[in-house]
Nanobody, 124 residues
Framework: QVQLVESGGGLVQAGGSLRLSCAASGRTFSRNGMAWFRQAPGKEREFVAAISWNGGITNYADSVRDRSTISRDNAKNTVYLQMNSLKPEDTAVYYC?????????????????WGKGTLVTVSS
């Protein structure tokens, strides 16, 4: 059974940092682009960051571009999202997704595997 399991969420004060992890099991995703999305209460799910199969290309939403770093370790089948200078508006459930594309895709319809999410709450 293929699974993506996110971890690392929690409660953090504004200005703080978090490192989210997404561990894949059941198959390797070393040839797939991977991405992070988030969904805030009452809002639609939105793209956060993506990384190509070998880590050579990354893609970020404007809202997090200067504060976040996506990375991957294919040997561990794991993707990470480091988020710094967190703001209350970053509060959301963060989802990891695997793309059908090897590139740093940002479109939800190209994702064929999803995790269940990890909650990030940023207090002011």
């Amino acid at each position: 059974q293929v699974q993506l399991v996110e971890s690392g969420g929690g409660l953090v004060q504004a200005g703080g940092s978090l490192r989210l992890s997404c561990a894949a099991s059941g198959r390797t995703f070393s040839r797939n682009g991977m991405a992070w999305f988030r969904q805030a209460p009452g809002k639609e799910r939105e793209f956060v960051a993506a990384i190509s199969w070998n880590g050579g290309i990354t893609n970020y939403a404007d809202s997090v571009r200067d504060r976040s770093t996506i990375s991957r370790d294919n040997a561990k089948n794991t993707v990470y999202l480091q988020m710094n200078s967190l703001k209350p508006e970053d509060t959301a459930v963060y989802y990891c997704a695997a793309s059908t594309s090897p590139g740093a895709a940002s479109i939800m319809s190209t994702m064929n595997y999803w995790g269940k999410g990890t909650l990030v709450t940023v207090s002011s």
